[in-house]
Structures are given as structure tokens and as C-alpha cells.
T-cell receptor
Framework: DTGVSQDPRHKITKRGQNVTFRCDPI?????LYWYRQTLGQGPEFLTY????????KSRLLSDRFSAERPKGSFSTLEIQRTEQGDSAMYLC??????????????FGPGTRLTVL | SQQGEEDPQALSIQEGENATMNCSYK?????LQWYRQNSGRGLVHLIL?????REKHSGRLRVTLDTSKKSSSLLITASRAADTASYFC???????FGAGTRLTVKP
């Protein structure tokens, strides 16, 4: 399968613990996005990469959140000292940045985080 | 702030009826995209319309774009129960999403 994959699909953790999620984009895509989504809301932008460079980070993202894309392929999103308010679905998407193609995003299935 | 804002927030129709949802945005764009999300799943790209296009069709979907009003609409014709989902728009300017329109199609 050549779609976007995310791991794990579900994560339950205790408040104060650190968690790390992984996203594997479609291989030829140069852009990778992270979103957070809570029930009944749309995806909330967190950050995005073009190749290995993190080009934008939401001001809503606290210092407890960090994302990397070290080789311009897969990406990790780490949340330190988790809080109950971090419970959400974390979505990853990738795209090929090309004006002719329009930057269509392909989404992964998401990682559902529950912080107890 | 978010670029794409959808309305209505919720829409309930009978199978076979048409469903129309709207999207407004704030800045200049090259294109606008519509996505669908089934409950608990990731988003699926439906259709992209470029700024120099006014209307685009894909199967039972019809999208319009009015750049002077910074708005777009998505029409689903002859709706089916399987169309029940949330629908979102996003622009290429920043790929932000609004709260979406939750469509329920009753069999």
C-alpha cells in the first residue's frame, strides 16, 4: 500500500508521560502536515514540513510538542508531559507541492490519543 | 486564523435529495479543495477547483467558486445514505480547515 500510514493507531497514556507518533508519507511527496482533531471539530493545523525543513508551526502549539522529519521522509510528533487536554486524533497528511497539481493532501488514518 | 469556513454546520436530508454546503475564505488563492471525513476516519480528497475555474463536476459532485465573493459551494446530487459524513474545504494558501458541515442522509 502506498498511502500515508501512521503508527500507532491508538495510544492510551497517563498524564505526565511522553508519547511519540510516527507518520510515513507517500514516498514522492515533499510536504508533510500534522493536524489535531477533537470530536465535532475540523482538523486543527499543528505544523508542516517541506522536505526536512519545518516551515511553519502553529502558535497554538505549546513547547511540549515537537515534530521532526530528519531525512525528509517519515516524521515523528512527540508530546512531552501529556495533559488530559491533549486527548485527540492526530492526523498526518502529505502532498506534492506543485502549482500544477494543486497541493492535494492525502491523509493517514490518524493516531487516537487518550490521556488518562 | 482559518481560511476555510463551512456552513451550515449540520445538514439533514432524505436520500435522493440534493445537498448544498458552502465555504468562505479570506485571502487570495490558487485553488480550493473539498474533503470528506467519515466518522473516526482520515480525510479523503474529493475535488479541487482552481482560481480560474468557476465550476467543476465529478460524478454526483458539483463545485462552484466565486473568487470575487471568496466563496465556494459543494453540491451533492441524488444523495445516498453513504454520503453521510463531514465535509471540509481548504485553500492552498494555508491548508487550514474549518469545523466542517456534518451531512446526514436518511434512508
Amino acid at each position: 500500500d502506498t498511502g500515508v500510514s501512521q503508527d500507532p493507531r491508538h495510544k492510551i497514556t497517563k498524564r505526565g508521560q511522553n508519547v511519540t507518533f510516527r507518520c510515513d508519507p507517500i514516498s514522492e511527496h515533499n510536504r508533510l502536515y500534522w493536524y489535531r482533531q477533537t470530536l465535532g471539530q475540523g482538523p486543527e493545523f499543528l505544523t508542516y514540513f517541506q522536505n526536512e525543513a519545518q516551515l511553519e508551526k502553529s502558535r497554538l502549539l505549546s513547547d511540549r510538542f515537537s515534530a521532526e522529519r530528519p531525512k525528509g521522509s517519515f516524521s515523528t510528533l512527540e508530546i512531552q508531559r501529556t495533559e488530559q487536554g491533549d486527548s485527540a486524533m492526530y492526523l498526518c497528511a502529505s502532498s506534492y507541492s506543485d502549482p500544477a497539481l494543486g497541493n492535494e493532501q492525502f491523509f493517514g488514518p490518524g493516531t487516537r490519543l487518550t490521556v488518562l | 486564523s482559518q481560511q476555510g469556513e463551512e456552513d451550515p454546520q449540520a445538514l439533514s436530508i432524505q436520500e435522493g435529495e440534493n445537498a448544498t454546503m458552502n465555504c468562505s475564505y479570506k485571502t487570495s488563492i490558487n485553488n480550493l479543495q473539498w474533503y470528506r471525513q467519515n466518522s473516526g476516519r482520515g480525510l479523503v480528497h474529493l475535488i479541487l477547483i482552481r482560481s480560474n475555474e468557476r465550476e467543476k463536476h465529478s460524478g454526483r459532485l458539483r463545485v462552484t467558486l466565486d473568487t470575487s465573493k471568496k466563496s465556494s459551494s459543494l453540491l451533492i446530487t441524488a444523495s445516498r445514505a453513504a454520503d453521510t459524513a463531514s465535509y471540509f474545504c481548504a485553500t492552498d494558501a494555508d491548508m487550514r480547515f474549518g469545523a466542517g458541515t456534518r451531512l446526514t442522509v436518511k434512508p
